[in-house]
């Protein structure tokens, strides 16, 4: 019943091509309506979302950077920390493809010095994570290969290469070394000529880089640090502490571009397009994670993570679609939006859609702590303009949910982004409680 009736007071985005927005059709309208009142509950991004080959959905919500009054468009830029990964094996893939080198080589054909102890790894392991390398090992950046080697190799694989995986960005600095090396150009050289180029991603830039021309340029807001710009390093410079596992900033829509160039054969043969999607150990293909989602639809995705950025890019080959989010703002939920969006996309069961915000007063009147019998903690709290609400499960160190709360008309709402759950007001002043969950709260 919430649902419904938060879709009822929402009005539609108007449709329109200024900024590269585009609504098509009942699947494009509901989408539009659910990233408005995402933007009005704290998101602050762009979404492309396609199936069958055309793009039904391009919008945005949320500022352009976050205080001012310039607002997002799907043609802003953003960067995409780890969705550059993608990109990196894709490149290594071209490469074979040429016969400048061989996925099974051992690194130690292509970098040196490279211990003895670390004769086994291969570059096919490091493209999957499955080097033994531990992910502690990731000190070290700059532009000297060497210490860079010494630093992110000491000690050799804990396990034996190939048998075990464990996520380790460093793998992939030790590639874009390996790109460079083998295609004679530096590894952003390389990029932009087989890969951006080809496949038309015309705005398509790494971090230290000048504006394209005409480009909007997200600031990433972070609770990690100050904001910056999607062109600001977040890392000081772009060396081997961030080169080849982020570090692309780019849009929705060259992002989709790459998705058809990568559907096509501009990039790739169907071959080498086969090898690139093969799940390994925990479905982590070559720079992808390739699995079936709770709907049995494939997916074939990789998010981001950065200080001031967040993103989710997912292919969506069963439908020969995709579902893009970018986000300027480093809390976002970018995998759980893009959730909301395929199913929205693909018609499956409708997501819960974010609540309206409360007004100020409402708000301010329900700020606090409550806390139940069972020693469960509900904390509401004033974040802008907005309500934050978190839910302590259990001992301090226990499970937390966070959320936000929204109203539609006389009803709460606690939204967790996968949920919206009525929340019930008792009383007022210091004599105020809440019922949620089937288990009432009260201020201490």
Known sequence: MIAHLLLAVIPLLPQGKGGGVVTKGEAGASIARYVEAAGRQGFSGAVLAARKGEVVAAVAAGPLEHGK????????????????????ALALVQLEARRKLKLADPLAEHLSPVPEDCAKITLQHLVQHTSGIPASNGEGGGEELEPFLRSVLRGGPTREPGSHYEYWNQGYALLSEVIAEASGKSYVEQLRSSVFEPAGMK????????????????????????????LEHPYGAYGLQYRGMGGIVTNVWDLWRFDRALAGKTLVDEAAKRRIFEPGLESYALGWRVFRGPNGRLRQSHGGDVRGFTCEL????D???????????DAAPSRPLADAVEALLCGDKAPPMPPPPLELARRDALVGEYVARSGRRIVIEAQGELAAVRIEWGPPSGPVTRGVLGGVGKELVVFTWTEATELKLKGEGAAMSLRFADEEYTRP
Do not use: H, M, Q, Y
């Open 319 to 329: 439908d020969d679609g995709a579902v893009i989010v970018l986000c300027n703002d």
């Open 69 to 88: 009054p310039a607002r997002l468009t799907p043609d802003a830029l953003f960067e995409i920390a780890s969705a550059t990964k993608p990109f990196t």
């Open 314 to 317: 997912r292919r969506l080959p």
């Open 203 to 230: 705005f398509t830039c790494f971090t230290g880089d000048k504006a394209p021309a005409r480009a909007a340029v997200s600031v990433g807001r972070s609770f990690r640090g100050p904001a910056r710009s999607a």
